[in-house]
């Protein structure tokens, strides 16, 4: 199922980011929306790194927080050009970051299992990774079974 039926909206973006913190900065002011503000997404997303990095293996980390004014999840999608270290065994080039309302529980848990499973495709990694700019990475994400045909 494309994440773009599981979230209120995904964006993506081509990043130079030197660090996890300035990945983390970039991911949350693409989260951010009228609901919700960049630097309260920021600290929630770092807050979460703080209790165990959120690096899945790979070269992915899913970094994910909680925001009290979200109705619905939102999404941001980072090819990184240069990988970052995001405390587990390898830097960290794909980094798909996940705002989700405070109330979200069972939710949250399910959307991040989604994500595992979508990043678990290698065809999908690869697709992303070759992609050129955020419309690319867009439209993989709107159509992750092409992508992993491909």
Known sequence: MPL???????????????????TL?????LLACREAGADSLFLSLRER????????????????????????P?????????PVDFGGDEPVDL???MAVPEHYTHQ?????????ELFSNAGIRQALRDAPDAQALQHIIND??????G
Do not use: C, N, W, Y
């Open 108 to 116: 949250h848990l399910m959307l991040l299992s989604e994500l595992a």
């Open 144 to 149: 992750p079974q092409q992508a992993s045909r």
């Open 95 to 97: 980094v798909f970051a």
């Open 4 to 22: 773009t039926d599981l979230m209120a909206a995904v964006s993506t973006q081509v990043l130079a980011a030197a660090d996890r913190d300035t």
């Open 49 to 72: 790194e703080r209790v165990g990095s959120t690096a899945i293996g790979h070269g992915i980390a899913i970094p994910h927080g909680r925001s009290p004014t979200l109705q619905q």
């Open 74 to 82: 939102r999404g941001a999608l980072l090819k990184l050009r240069t």
């Open 25 to 29: 900065l970039a991911a949350s002011r």
